[in-house]
């Protein structure tokens, strides 16, 4: 611990060897006395002082202004990286948004298709069912034609051709006469499903 009367000590002798050696200048100098020489000493003292000062305040503003160029460099980063984090987002959100839009329309369209197969699928089934239809129908006219035929005494020995397509019977061979042709031809029209008789019987030469 230093005690205050050794601290004045020291300053006293310090001041003390200044001011010798200001007299040792003043004897050299010429015409400066000692207390013009220590006036000039404490000007020059408080003018380096006031130049500290100064350069410490410009040093500090310095050192402000560019912690706030900083500041202010690094919000306008975050801003931007901010901004950049939106667009993208705006950008994964507006893909995923297409994409969904693509797959709903894919499905639609599939759905539209397999709903479109499964249609002609079905009309040619029922096609198909209708043509089988039609030749069983007209099988059964046909052998109904020939069984009425050979139930008739006057046709019974008689050979005629029966053919039928889309319920119309077409009749082939002789008749024994015009009325056993015209005989023929009723009978046929009699049968069930029967649309008309194409008769192309000849009558026998008697």
């Not at 040792?24 to 404490?42: F, H, L, M, P, S």
């Not at 705006?90 to 894919?106: G, P, Y």
């Not at 029966?162 to 119309?168: E, F, I, K, L, P």
Request: contains cysteine; neutral net charge.
């Amino acid at each position: 611990m230093n005690h205050p009367f050794r601290s004045r000590g020291l300053v006293a002798a310090s001041s003390l060897a200044v001011l010798l050696a200001l007299g040792a200048c003043g004897e050299r100098n010429d015409g400066q006395t000692v207390g013009q020489k220590i006036d000039e000493a404490i000007a020059n003292t408080a003018e380096t002082a006031k130049d500290v000062k100064q350069g410490a305040q410009q040093a500090a503003g310095d050192v402000k202004q560019g912690a706030q160029e900083a500041a202010a460099d690094a919000k306008t980063a975050g801003q931007k990286i901010e901004n950049k984090t939106e667009e993208l987002s705006a950008d994964a959100k507006s893909a995923t948004q297409e994409a969904a839009s693509k797959t709903k329309e894919a499905t639609a369209e599939a759905r539209t298709s397999v709903m479109g197969a499964a249609g002609a699928a079905k009309e040619k089934t029922q096609a198909a069912g209708e043509r089988v239809g039609a030749k069983v129908d007209d099988a059964q006219i046909t052998t109904s034609v020939k069984s009425g035929l050979a139930a008739d005494k006057n046709l019974s020995a008689t050979q005629i051709d029966v053919d039928t397509r889309d319920g119309v019977v077409t009749l082939k061979g002789t008749a024994p006469s015009a009325a056993a042709k015209s005989r023929a031809n009723e009978i046929a029209r009699n049968v069930k499903d029967v649309k008309s008789v194409n008769n192309q019987l000849t009558v026998r030469a008697g």
